[in-house]
T-cell receptor
Framework: GEDVEQSLFLSVREGDSSVINCTYT??????LYWYKQEPGAGLQLLTY?????DMKQDQRLTVLLNKKDKHLSLRIADTQTGDSAIYFCAESITGNTPLVFGKGTRLSVIA | SAVISQKPSRDICQRGTSLTIQCQVDSQVTMMFWYRQQPGQSLTLIATANQGSEATYESGFVIDKFPISRPNLTFSTLTVSNMSPEDSSIYLC????????????FGQGTRLTVV
Protein backbone atom coordinates (compact mmCIF):
# COMPACT_ATOMS: atom_id res chain seq x y z
CA GLY A 1 0.00 0.00 0.00
CA GLU A 2 0.92 3.60 -0.20
CA ASP A 3 2.83 5.14 2.68
CA VAL A 4 4.52 8.50 3.05
CA GLU A 5 6.96 9.23 5.87
CA GLN A 6 8.33 12.52 7.13
CA SER A 7 10.24 13.64 10.16
CA LEU A 8 7.92 15.50 12.50
CA PHE A 9 9.98 18.54 13.49
CA LEU A 10 12.65 20.82 12.07
CA SER A 11 14.10 23.93 13.60
CA VAL A 12 16.31 26.39 11.70
CA ARG A 13 17.66 29.89 12.17
CA GLU A 14 16.34 32.73 10.11
CA GLY A 15 18.41 33.16 6.95
CA ASP A 16 19.59 29.56 6.89
CA SER A 17 18.36 26.94 4.44
CA SER A 18 15.75 24.40 5.50
CA VAL A 19 15.63 20.90 4.10
CA ILE A 20 12.51 18.85 4.70
CA ASN A 21 12.71 15.19 3.75
CA CYS A 22 10.10 12.66 2.73
CA THR A 23 10.15 9.01 1.74
CA TYR A 24 7.42 7.09 -0.01
CA THR A 25 6.90 3.44 -0.63
CA UNK A 26 4.94 3.17 -3.86
CA UNK A 27 7.28 3.13 -6.83
CA UNK A 28 4.29 3.79 -9.07
CA UNK A 29 3.91 7.29 -7.65
CA UNK A 30 3.77 9.64 -10.56
CA UNK A 31 3.29 13.01 -8.88
CA LEU A 32 4.82 14.18 -5.64
CA TYR A 33 3.69 17.30 -3.84
CA TRP A 34 4.63 19.72 -1.13
CA TYR A 35 1.97 21.62 0.79
CA LYS A 36 2.23 24.28 3.48
CA GLN A 37 -0.29 24.63 6.28
CA GLU A 38 -0.23 27.64 8.55
CA PRO A 39 -2.10 27.60 11.86
CA GLY A 40 -5.86 27.61 11.37
CA ALA A 41 -5.56 27.55 7.59
CA GLY A 42 -6.11 25.09 4.79
CA LEU A 43 -3.35 23.55 2.69
CA GLN A 44 -1.46 25.69 0.24
CA LEU A 45 0.05 23.92 -2.75
CA LEU A 46 3.70 24.98 -2.90
CA THR A 47 4.94 22.87 -5.75
CA TYR A 48 4.82 19.44 -7.26
CA UNK A 49 7.12 17.32 -9.36
CA UNK A 50 6.50 14.70 -11.97
CA UNK A 51 8.33 11.45 -11.43
CA UNK A 52 10.41 11.78 -14.57
CA UNK A 53 12.09 14.89 -13.15
CA ASP A 54 15.01 15.02 -10.73
CA MET A 55 14.73 18.60 -9.66
CA LYS A 56 12.37 21.53 -9.80
CA GLN A 57 13.16 25.05 -8.67
CA ASP A 58 10.73 27.85 -7.97
CA GLN A 59 12.19 31.00 -6.41
CA ARG A 60 13.35 30.01 -2.90
CA LEU A 61 12.04 26.47 -3.22
CA THR A 62 13.99 23.55 -4.65
CA VAL A 63 12.52 20.07 -4.88
CA LEU A 64 14.82 17.11 -5.35
CA LEU A 65 13.54 13.67 -6.26
CA ASN A 66 15.57 10.47 -5.97
CA LYS A 67 13.28 7.95 -7.56
CA LYS A 68 15.62 5.03 -6.94
CA ASP A 69 15.57 5.65 -3.19
CA LYS A 70 11.95 6.95 -3.23
CA HIS A 71 13.14 10.10 -1.50
CA LEU A 72 11.80 13.60 -1.94
CA SER A 73 13.13 16.75 -0.36
CA LEU A 74 12.09 20.38 -0.17
CA ARG A 75 14.79 22.99 0.30
CA ILE A 76 13.78 26.49 1.37
CA ALA A 77 16.56 29.00 0.84
CA ASP A 78 16.95 32.01 3.12
CA THR A 79 14.29 30.75 5.51
CA GLN A 80 12.13 33.47 7.02
CA THR A 81 9.89 33.53 10.09
CA GLY A 82 6.90 33.53 7.75
CA ASP A 83 7.98 30.08 6.59
CA SER A 84 7.10 28.63 9.99
CA ALA A 85 4.33 26.14 9.29
CA ILE A 86 3.63 22.46 8.82
CA TYR A 87 4.85 21.07 5.51
CA PHE A 88 3.14 18.02 4.06
CA CYS A 89 4.58 15.69 1.47
CA ALA A 90 2.01 13.86 -0.67
CA GLU A 91 1.98 11.41 -3.53
CA SER A 92 -0.42 10.46 -6.28
CA ILE A 93 -0.20 7.38 -8.44
CA THR A 94 -1.77 9.06 -11.45
CA GLY A 95 -3.64 12.20 -12.23
CA ASN A 96 -7.32 12.15 -11.28
CA THR A 97 -6.65 10.23 -8.07
CA PRO A 98 -6.67 11.46 -4.49
CA LEU A 99 -3.39 12.24 -2.76
CA VAL A 100 -1.82 10.27 0.07
CA PHE A 101 -0.25 12.51 2.68
CA GLY A 102 2.59 12.20 5.13
CA LYS A 103 2.11 13.27 8.75
CA GLY A 104 3.70 16.64 8.14
CA THR A 105 6.90 18.32 9.31
CA ARG A 106 6.55 21.26 11.66
CA LEU A 107 9.15 23.86 10.67
CA SER A 108 10.10 26.38 13.33
CA VAL A 109 12.18 29.36 12.29
CA ILE A 110 14.17 31.03 15.04
CA ALA A 111 14.85 34.72 14.63
CA SER B 1 -5.41 26.96 -10.49
CA ALA B 2 -8.67 26.66 -8.59
CA VAL B 3 -10.02 28.68 -5.70
CA ILE B 4 -12.12 26.72 -3.24
CA SER B 5 -14.55 28.35 -0.83
CA GLN B 6 -15.64 26.24 2.07
CA LYS B 7 -18.20 27.09 4.71
CA PRO B 8 -18.71 27.24 7.54
CA SER B 9 -15.13 27.88 8.58
CA ARG B 10 -15.87 26.63 12.06
CA ASP B 11 -18.77 25.45 14.16
CA ILE B 12 -19.56 24.12 17.60
CA CYS B 13 -22.32 21.52 17.55
CA GLN B 14 -24.26 19.48 20.03
CA ARG B 15 -23.81 15.73 19.98
CA GLY B 16 -26.52 13.92 18.06
CA THR B 17 -27.01 16.73 15.56
CA SER B 18 -25.80 16.98 11.95
CA LEU B 19 -23.75 19.59 10.13
CA THR B 20 -23.51 20.14 6.39
CA ILE B 21 -20.33 21.63 5.00
CA GLN B 22 -20.39 23.32 1.61
CA CYS B 23 -17.58 23.47 -0.92
CA GLN B 24 -17.68 25.77 -3.95
CA VAL B 25 -14.99 25.77 -6.65
CA ASP B 26 -14.51 28.76 -8.94
CA SER B 27 -14.15 26.55 -12.03
CA GLN B 28 -15.42 23.22 -13.25
CA VAL B 29 -13.34 20.34 -11.93
CA THR B 30 -13.56 16.65 -12.58
CA MET B 31 -12.48 15.34 -9.20
CA MET B 32 -13.50 16.53 -5.74
CA PHE B 33 -12.55 14.92 -2.46
CA TRP B 34 -13.29 15.26 1.24
CA TYR B 35 -10.58 14.79 3.86
CA ARG B 36 -10.51 14.79 7.64
CA GLN B 37 -7.61 16.15 9.65
CA GLN B 38 -7.71 15.31 13.34
CA PRO B 39 -5.75 17.53 15.74
CA GLY B 40 -2.03 17.29 15.09
CA GLN B 41 -2.53 14.60 12.49
CA SER B 42 -2.23 14.22 8.76
CA LEU B 43 -5.07 14.18 6.27
CA THR B 44 -7.25 11.12 5.89
CA LEU B 45 -9.37 10.71 2.78
CA ILE B 46 -13.06 10.27 3.57
CA ALA B 47 -14.45 9.91 0.07
CA THR B 48 -14.35 10.92 -3.56
CA ALA B 49 -17.36 13.04 -4.48
CA ASN B 50 -18.64 11.82 -7.85
CA GLN B 51 -20.77 14.07 -9.99
CA GLY B 52 -24.09 12.44 -10.79
CA SER B 53 -23.48 9.28 -8.78
CA GLU B 54 -22.88 8.06 -5.25
CA ALA B 55 -19.63 9.03 -3.57
CA THR B 56 -16.83 6.48 -3.25
CA TYR B 57 -15.96 5.98 0.41
CA GLU B 58 -12.67 4.90 1.92
CA SER B 59 -12.40 2.11 4.45
CA GLY B 60 -13.79 3.20 7.80
CA PHE B 61 -16.18 5.78 6.37
CA VAL B 62 -19.80 5.08 5.44
CA ILE B 63 -22.51 6.94 3.61
CA ASP B 64 -24.94 6.94 6.52
CA LYS B 65 -22.46 8.82 8.67
CA PHE B 66 -20.95 11.08 5.98
CA PRO B 67 -23.47 11.60 3.18
CA ILE B 68 -21.99 13.54 0.26
CA SER B 69 -23.65 15.36 -2.58
CA ARG B 70 -22.10 16.52 -5.87
CA PRO B 71 -24.85 18.03 -7.99
CA ASN B 72 -22.51 19.63 -10.54
CA LEU B 73 -18.87 20.14 -11.44
CA THR B 74 -18.30 23.08 -9.10
CA PHE B 75 -20.11 22.21 -5.86
CA SER B 76 -20.18 19.51 -3.20
CA THR B 77 -21.45 19.07 0.33
CA LEU B 78 -20.39 16.79 3.16
CA THR B 79 -22.75 16.11 6.04
CA VAL B 80 -21.46 14.84 9.36
CA SER B 81 -24.45 13.01 10.84
CA ASN B 82 -25.40 12.12 14.39
CA MET B 83 -22.24 13.77 15.67
CA SER B 84 -20.23 12.65 18.66
CA PRO B 85 -17.15 14.28 20.24
CA GLU B 86 -14.98 11.86 18.23
CA ASP B 87 -16.09 13.70 15.09
CA SER B 88 -14.35 16.87 16.28
CA SER B 89 -11.84 17.54 13.54
CA ILE B 90 -11.00 19.74 10.58
CA TYR B 91 -12.82 18.75 7.40
CA LEU B 92 -11.23 19.77 4.12
CA CYS B 93 -12.59 19.88 0.61
CA UNK B 94 -10.16 19.33 -2.26
CA UNK B 95 -10.37 19.56 -6.03
CA UNK B 96 -8.04 18.46 -8.79
CA UNK B 97 -7.39 21.03 -11.50
CA UNK B 98 -5.19 21.35 -14.52
CA UNK B 99 -4.77 19.31 -17.69
CA UNK B 100 -4.06 16.58 -16.77
CA UNK B 101 -5.77 17.02 -13.40
CA UNK B 102 -2.70 16.85 -11.20
CA UNK B 103 -2.85 20.02 -9.12
CA UNK B 104 -4.78 19.41 -5.91
CA UNK B 105 -6.19 22.52 -4.24
CA PHE B 106 -7.84 22.76 -0.85
CA GLY B 107 -10.45 24.83 0.85
CA GLN B 108 -9.55 26.57 4.08
CA GLY B 109 -11.22 23.82 6.08
CA THR B 110 -14.09 23.58 8.53
CA ARG B 111 -13.07 23.28 12.17
CA LEU B 112 -15.80 21.25 13.88
CA THR B 113 -16.11 20.89 17.62
CA VAL B 114 -18.76 18.55 19.00
CA VAL B 115 -19.78 19.07 22.61
Amino acid sequence: GEDVEQSLFLSVREGDSSVINCTYTDSSSTYLYWYKQEPGAGLQLLTYIFSNMDMKQDQRLTVLLNKKDKHLSLRIADTQTGDSAIYFCAESITGNTPLVFGKGTRLSVIA
Amino acid sequence: SAVISQKPSRDICQRGTSLTIQCQVDSQVTMMFWYRQQPGQSLTLIATANQGSEATYESGFVIDKFPISRPNLTFSTLTVSNMSPEDSSIYLCSALAGVPATEAFFGQGTRLTVV
